[in-house]
């Protein structure tokens, strides 16, 4: 490493605001804070981050980043989106993004507000196709948080890659609640696993947040499989956790730091599927056990089947 | 003789002193009446002896031993032999009569009440004051929840036994079978100190009675006791002599007339008090006044009345024959068959406010529960619901603190401040606020009046007594629902008697003079005519 | 009363204090940065205006049932109607609505749908003797349950959760500070804190209420309908925590969106209690309430945010106990 | 879908999912029926399920994860004693703000300790069994147990006094200050117990776990007119209502528009039924202890 006055990023200033769920969320925001954090050592840049309460403070986050004089702020959640695109507008030069950013309807492409989307579906299609590759029982199960058009997107995936693998696999799925706790409530989230582990599913998929602890919980105490999602998440249940769907969200971050230092940095939709490796499934040393090398073979032959078109997967 | 009381106390609240070195004196195995006027100071009084309140000074005996009267409480008092029955009872009312007579003293973790209930029983029957020990109390009639209490302070087998205006809701009958066993009890060697308002009970029982005023003692009497005397030295002047109104003409219009009127079923019980006067009490400062807990009801059958312009109607009856069911039909409060009608107009349909409206002016029998607003201004209390002073929409305050000025003079209401606090006001100048503001309606073609002046001083009745009379005499038809006979007696051109709901008899005229008047509707009213 | 005030927020500070060093910061560099940023910038003080509007609203929603006798902790759903009619009716309405039109269709739609759900529990309560409490929370749980499903059945805009923009008549104008979210709605809430004082001190229908609150048999007893009394003002507490859409919907976001304004609903209770159930109490509690929340963010870099939601508990139980205190001293 | 509703299963999933509500809703009751209004149980809820969590992952050991949890609901309940006996503050202010102060307390106490934003780090689990888990018999053992204690003994007599009439204890010289303080120790322990289910089942505390359990306890507290054991089963009617909206997402996924509806709805379940039954259902007396909220 150069010393930090001479690296590629000193003097460039990147704020970023957290969801709900905080930096330390184990999850989807604390592979954002990595992200940053990579950037802040290697590319030297200087950074500042803000973790809101409530909904209403998200823009108010924002715009101090802003009107601070970042170079990039980032917002990390869908909910962001509309925020973003107001900003964007009044903040001409500053530069945005917003991860998992849907543009609003009429809104197209803002210059200086760049999408950072990921494909989960596709990602989600994989783990499917892994599930069904891996049950014994011809039944597999879906927990989500609550039914918005994000977590659809994971369930549509991850049910076609089941069908796609095992037409006559039976997925089921459930949803923990109608508001946002729904992601907060393990307790039950360990419920509905049970329940469908209870119905013969051997193999669940979970797009809960923290509710997921639960699925994972009661992985654990059947000896059952769970798939991972967000980042990877085999320790939370070494003995279960077959993979996990990663939305390298960090590597999102680290791109967009690095387009705006090379000054290439462009707006609108920046999508990440499988072909960026902004989606992917865990396969290491750690999970060979559950892993077996030909079912990850199979599953790298979809992703590349995917990749190149042949397989189209469906977003909802 | 050895005094089982030695007293001289001193209490002081809020900065005022409600009790000035009131000495008290009482023989072992006598019977010790303590009278005064409303806001004596005879409750804070005997509660401090018993333990329940503190003293702010001097000095107590009990039994010839000094105690030390910053120690002094409840349990202290109980050990020493202390029981009281209290003025507003003080049993909780979801909780058995059986369950209510062994708190505090429940001999083991588990309970076993079976025992202490067969012993109540059997009391109650030996000493004529029968009573259902598994009963809940707040289910009972005030009068059977006041014979409870009797019997459990009676089981618990005290030396001392202080009954605080014992005898308010009990029936004649019951009166003087109290009467009778506070007797056989001082011959056994219990002493008694009986709180009252009534000279007569005191003359009839009482060894000694010593006369409270304004938290000093102006004197005690020994036999023989001269009622005028005592009368007197309550007062600290002589009562005014009671005016009377004339009995109206036959042929004069029926202003009130109930048609087979009945309440089916039990009332709801209402909540006493609003459920969150207490949170606005923490932020306005102001301190609240517990009401007694609701009680459950006979219901009503098939009542015909009528009442007719200038005549003063009486209800009599024990405690919770009715009574109570036939206030709320009249006003509107519970859902009754039959007809109500008010000055030829049909009502039965009619809500509380329309009957109100209507010419009708109702005194609840409760004034802490139906009567008053107690956090409440005594201003806002009297305009309450009153759009002819307050204005249909926006309030008109200045009209509003006239009229409440002028009310307060009229009828000598303390303190005169508009706006002081209902809740800090002695009972009869809350009744006085109630008085005022049903009397004071425009129009008033019916006055239905509940228990007027229960726990009201003697000067206090005289001066309700006078306005409902005044009432009558400007055309109203009144129908006074009391338990005390007395009151009717001295108010009524005819009385009904209530028993289980239904009128079981009726006097007027002359059957209401001379002493069998009283007796005669006392064998109505316990059903043993 | 309020002489005990200052002493509670004293006592909160240092406990506010205390924390910070648990936590390594220096409390006097933080009290004085989260002072100099907020006030320091026209754009957070309009936040702080922003949020203290929808505070105030919802506040005065439950105040004013309180008054009643009835603890209204249905501010969520009320609020969640009022978003939802709101930004429903908003959109429906013709391209070219003109303002004079629009802002008042929106704003009765708000007040009326959360009108409607405070009703709905007022009368559960005064017909069917539904306790209040029970039903509030159900509908908080029912109300966020049908506006998701609907929401993203019907109105959310693919791959989002927020639903079309409304006309744009029916924008409320900013206030000019900084680019804040503060909006004209703040002028809704301050009417609103104007009505419900001069209702309460100086209308039969404040007494009424009033009345009914302290004690319902009494007033009963003097004519007045209690059942149609609960009714109206949980009623009219709904359309005040219904208002609170106004700032939400018309002031800023302009759309529906999934959890807008979440969370107000029950800080409500919050301002109401820490008001004292007066209106104007109401109105500077929310304030207090912006300030903590909008400053807490501005100072995310020194302190953990966990330590202002922990420092708003402190400072409503000590403004409680200082109360309390204070009217034993005066005993 | 009837099928899987007549199970075993089922009902062992419906008694585990009231397990913490019904530990709430009895903590509830005993506590109100005191006299002292229990708003705080989702802070008793969320800090017992803390320091379960936390003292099961500093020893290691599920059953002193368990006391932990005990011990945090009572600090809780001593905290709110304080505050509504000795200082008379208005108990529905301190429940709120106990409530507030836990939703950030914990969170902070995630900070401060394992510097985590969410989670704790792991504790010994129970998972879903119900018979491995002794709080689920406990829980049981309680439902019976406290309700029978309240109508049976001294300590519930002594309670039920307080709540109905403070001054009747007074009169025979018992403190109505102290026997509340035990009914909330007592409500706190049980709370608290209800925590210790919430992160030991999963094995692990994670923010807002709760969920708003203790409000549905305190609704269902309400709804059973302060009866105990009308509360607990009243639990379990939820419980059931919850389960069963987990089995219609599962049997009744796909089809039309009606049938997708129903099944986003079916997590609404509880919810409505609640609000069926306290609108339809107007049996025995539900008023509240009458001194309930008052010192
Ligand atoms: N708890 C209290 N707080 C403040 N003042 C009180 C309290 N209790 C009694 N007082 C005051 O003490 C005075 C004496 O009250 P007390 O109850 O002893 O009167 P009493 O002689 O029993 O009257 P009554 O004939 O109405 O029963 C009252 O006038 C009242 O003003
Ligand atoms: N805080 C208070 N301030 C002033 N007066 C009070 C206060 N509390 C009670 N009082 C008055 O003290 C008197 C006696 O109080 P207590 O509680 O003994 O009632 P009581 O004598 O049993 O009832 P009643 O009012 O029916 O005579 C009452 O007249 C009541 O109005
Ligand atoms: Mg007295
Ligand atoms: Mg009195």
Redesign the interface.
């Known amino acids: 490493f150069a010393p930090a006055a001479h690296r590629a990023g000193a003097g460039v200033r990147v704020g970023l605001v957290f969801d709900i769920g905080g930096k330390n969320d184990r999850s989807f925001n604390e592979s954002a804070w990595r992200g940053l954090e990579r950037a802040k050592t290697e590319l030297g840049i200087d950074v500042e981050y803000i973790e809101p309460t409530e909904g209403a403070d998200r823009e108010t986050a924002l715009r101090s980043l802003a009107a601070r004089g970042d170079d990039l702020v980032i917002g990390v959640g869908f909910i962001f989106g509309p925020d973003l695109e107001r900003l964007a507008q009044q903040f001409p030069g500053v530069k945005f993004a917003g991860i998992d950013y849907s543009p609003s309807p009429g809104v197209g492409t803002i210059a200086n507000l760049a999408g950072l989307r990921f494909r989960e579906h596709e990602g989600s299609f994989v783990v499917g196709a892994i599930a069904a590759m891996l049950t014994r029982t011809k039944v597999v199960g879906f927990v989500g948080g609550m039914k918005i058009p994000l977590i659809r997107k994971f369930e549509a995936g991850y049910i076609a890659g089941v069908k796609y693998v095992c037409g006559e696999c039976v997925v089921l799925s459930a949803y923990a609640g109608t508001e946002p706790r729904a992601f907060a409530d393990p307790s039950l989230g360990q419920e509905l696993a049970a329940a469908q582990y209870g119905q013969g599913a051997d193999i669940i998929f979970h797009a809960a947040g923290k509710t997921g602890d639960g699925v994972f919980a009661a992985a654990r105490q059947r000896g059952l499989k769970a798939i991972g999602v967000d980042s990877d998440q085999f320790e939370r249940a070494p003995c279960c956790v077959v993979t996990s769907m990663v939305k390298r969200v960090d590597v999102a971050v680290i791109d967009i730091i690095k387009d705006v230092i090379a000054k290439r940095f462009k707006g609108g939709l920046h999508e990440l599927g499988l072909a960026e490796h902004g989606v992917t499934f865990v396969s290491d040393e750690r999970n060979e056990k559950l892993l077996p090398l030909d079912v990850v073979q199979k599953a790298r032959t979809i992703a590349d089947d995917i990749v190149a078109g042949k397989i189209r997967v469906p977003s909802e | 003789m050895t005094a089982m009381i030695e007293a001289t106390l001193t209490k002081r609240y809020?900065g005022r002193e409600v009790l000035s070195a009131a000495r008290l004196e009482v023989a072992a195995g006598t019977v010790h009446a303590l009278v005064g006027e409303n806001g004596a100071g005879k409750s804070t009084l005997v509660k401090i002896i018993?333990?329940?309140v503190r003293a702010d000074g001097g000095s107590l005996a009990i039994g010839g031993t000094n105690v030390d009267l910053g120690a002094w409480?409840?349990?202290?008092?109980?050990a020493a032999g202390i029981g009281?029955v209290?003025q507003h009872g003080?049993?909780?009312?979801?909780?058995s009569v059986v369950?209510?007579a062994?708190?505090?003293?429940?001999g083991?973790?588990?309970?076993d009440l079976a025992p202490t209930a067969k012993a109540l029983e059997a009391l109650g029957a030996k000493v004529g004051l029968p009573i259902d020990p598994w009963a809940r109390a707040d289910r009972l009639p005030l009068g059977a929840a006041q014979r409870a209490e009797i019997v459990a302070a009676l089981h618990h087998g005290a030396k001392l036994l202080i009954l605080d205006e014992p005898t308010a809701v009990l029936a004649p009958v019951e009166v003087d079978g109290l009467l009778a066993t506070l007797r056989t009890l001082a011959k056994g060697g219990t002493t008694i100190v009986l709180v009252t308002h009534k000279l007569d009970e005191v003359r009839a029982v009482a060894d000694t009675v010593t006369v409270l005023r304004a938290g000093k003692t102006v004197g005690t009497f020994g036999a023989p006791l001269e009622v005028a005397t005592i009368a007197r030295a309550m007062v600290g002047a002589e009562l005014p002599p009671p005016s009377s109104v004339a009995e109206p003409a036959g042929d004069a219009p029926v202003v009130l007339a109930l048609e087979h009127v009945g309440v089916a079923g039990a009332l709801p019980?209402?909540?006493?008090?609003?459920?969150?006067?207490?949170?606005?009490e923490?932020?306005s400062?102001e301190?609240?006044q517990?009401a007694p807990?609701p009680r459950e009801n006979v219901p009503l059958a098939d009542i015909s009345l009528v009442v007719r312009a200038g005549e003063l109607v009486g209800v009599a009856g024990v405690d919770g024959n009715g009574q109570r069911e036939l206030a709320q039909a009249i006003?509107g409060?519970v859902p009754h068959t039959g007809g109500v009608k008010l000055g030829g107009e049909d009502i039965s349909r009619a809500?509380?406010?329309?009957?109100?409206?209507a010419g009708l002016a109702?005194i609840?029998e409760d004034r802490h529960?139906?009567?008053?607003?107690?956090?409440?201004s005594i201003a806002?209390n009297l305009?309450?619901?009153r759009?002819d002073i307050?204005?249909?929409?926006?309030?008109d305050?200045a009209r509003v603190r006239r009229f409440a000025e002028e009310q307060i003079r009229s009828l000598d209401i303390r303190p005169t401040d508009p706006e002081a606090r209902a809740a800090a006001l002695s009972g009869g100048n809350q009744q006085k606020i109630v008085i005022a503001?049903e009397l004071s309606r425009p129009h008033v073609r019916v006055v239905l009046a509940s228990q007027p002046t229960r726990g009201v001083d003697l000067g206090a009745v005289v001066r309700i007594h006078d306005r409902l009379r005044a009432a009558a005499a400007a055309g109203a038809g009144v129908l006074v629902i009391s338990a005390d006979l007395d009151e009717l007696l001295a108010l009524c051109h005819r009385v009904v008697v209530m028993l289980r709901g239904k009128i079981v008899g009726e006097r007027a005229g002359a059957a209401l003079q001379g002493a069998e008047a009283r007796s005669g509707l006392g064998d109505l009213m316990t059903g043993a005519a | 009363?309020r002489r005990s005030l200052p002493v509670a927020l004293l006592a909160s500070m240092a406990v506010g204090s205390i924390l910070m060093l648990v936590v390594g910061a220096s409390p006097g560099h933080v009290w004085w940065t989260m002072v100099t940023r907020v006030l320091g910038s026209e754009y957070q003080v309009g936040q702080v205006l922003y949020k203290a509007t929808g505070l105030a609203l919802t506040g005065l929603a439950v105040s004013v049932a309180?008054?009643a006798?009835l603890?209204n902790i249905g501010g969520e759903a009320q609020l969640g109607a009022g978003i939802f009619a709101c930004a429903l009716v908003g959109t429906a309405l013709p391209a070219g609505t003109p303002a004079i039109v629009a802002i008042p269709v929106c704003t009765l739609a708000a007040a009326a749908a959360g009108g409607a759900i405070g009703g709905a529990i007022g009368f559960l309560r005064a017909k069917r003797d539904a306790h209040e409490v029970i039903t509030s929370i159900m509908f908080n749980a029912i109300v966020a349950g049908v506006v998701l499903v609907e929401g993203s059945e019907h109105i959310f805009q693919g791959g989002t959760t927020t639903g079309p923009a409304i006309v744009p008549g029916a924008e409320l104008p900013r206030l000019p500070l900084g680019g804040s979210a503060a909006n004209c709605a703040l002028f809704i809430a301050i009417a609103a804190v104007a009505l419900v004082w001069w209702l309460r001190a100086?209308?039969?229908?404040g007494?009424?209420w009033?009345?009914?609150?302290?004690?319902?048999?009494?007033?009963?007893?003097?004519?007045?309908?209690v059942a149609r009394v609960q009714i109206l003002v949980m009623a009219g507490a709904g359309a005040l925590a219904g208002l609170a859409a106004t700032s939400f919907v018309m002031g800023h976001k302009h759309a529906l969106e999934e959890g807008l304004g979440a969370g107000t609903g029950l800080l409500g209770i919050v301002a109401a209690l820490l008001g004292?159930?007066?209106p104007v109490g109401v109105g500077i509690a929310s304030l207090l309430l912006g300030f903590l929340s909008v400053g807490g963010l501005a100072v995310g870099d020194l302190v953990p945010k966990e330590l202002t939601e922990v420092l708003l508990g402190v400072v409503l139980l000590a403004v409680?106990t200082a109360?309390?205190w204070?009217?034993r001293a005066?005993? | 879908m009837i099928a899987s509703v007549l199970t075993l299963a089922f009902l062992a999933q419906a008694i585990r999912i009231a397990v913490p509500y019904a530990f709430a809703a009895l903590g509830g009751a005993v506590q109100e029926r005191s006299g002292v209004i229990d708003l705080a149980l989702e802070a008793k809820l969320l800090f017992g399920a803390f320091a379960a969590a936390a003292v099961g992952h500093a020893t290691g050991s599920a059953v002193c994860g368990i006391a932990g949890g005990v011990a945090a609901g009572m600090t809780v309940a001593l905290v709110q004693a304080w505050c509504a006996l000795w200082l008379a503050?208005?108990?529905?202010?301190i429940g709120v703000a106990l409530n507030v102060i836990a939703l950030g307390g914990t969170r902070f106490l995630l900070q401060a300790i394992y510097h985590e934003g969410a989670n704790s780090p792991p504790a010994p689990a129970y998972g879903d069994a119900v018979l491995t888990n002794p709080l689920v018999p406990a829980a049981i053992v309680c439902a019976l147990m406290v309700p029978l204690a309240v109508r049976?003994?001294?300590?519930g007599?002594?309670l039920?006094?307080a709540g109905?009439?403070p001054?009747?204890?007074?009169?025979?010289?018992?403190s109505p200050r102290r026997t509340r303080l035990h009914a909330m120790l007592v409500g706190g322990a049980l709370a608290g117990a209800g925590g210790a289910q919430l992160s030991l089942a999963v094995g692990g505390f994670s923010a807002d776990m709760s969920s708003g359990r203790g409000y549905i306890a305190l609704a269902m507290v309400i709804l059973s007119g302060w009866r105990p054991a009308l509360a607990a089963l009243a639990c379990v009617g939820v419980a059931a209502a919850q389960a069963l909206s987990v089995q219609v997402q599962m049997h009744m996924a796909g089809g039309g528009e009606l049938r997708r509806q129903i099944v986003d709805l079916a997590p609404l379940l509880p919810y409505v039924v609640t609000l069926l039954v306290i609108s339809l259902y107007r049996g025995r007396?539900r008023?509240?202890?009458?001194a309930?909220?008052?010192?």
């Not at chain 2, 409480?73 to 109980?78: P, Y």
């Not at chain 2, 529960?369 to 409440?376: C, N, Q, R």
């Not at chain 4, 309930?292 to 010192?295: A, M, N, R, V, W």
Request: net charge positive.
């Open positions: 809020g018993a333990g329940i409480d409840r349990r202290r008092a109980r009281i209290q003080a049993s909780a009312g979801t909780l369950e209510n062994v708190l505090g003293a429940e083991g973790a588990l309970l019980s209402a909540r006493p008090r609003g459920r969150f006067a207490g949170l606005r923490a932020f400062g301190k609240r517990d807990a006003a409060l809500s509380a406010g329309e009957r109100l409206a109702h609840p529960h139906g009567g008053l607003v107690l956090e409440a806002d305009a309450l619901a759009r307050t204005g249909r929409f926006a309030i305050r503001r | 009363m309180l008054d006798g603890f100086r209308t039969t229908w007494q009424a009033l009345a009914v609150g302290r004690d319902p048999d009494a007033a009963r007893h003097a004519g007045i309908s004292r159930l007066h409680a109360a309390a204070e009217r005066a005993a | 503050a208005d108990q529905v202010i049976r003994t001294r300590w007599l002594r039920r006094a109905d009439r001054d009747a204890l007074v009169a025979v010289g018992v007396d008023s509240p202890p009458s309930l909220g008052k010192l």
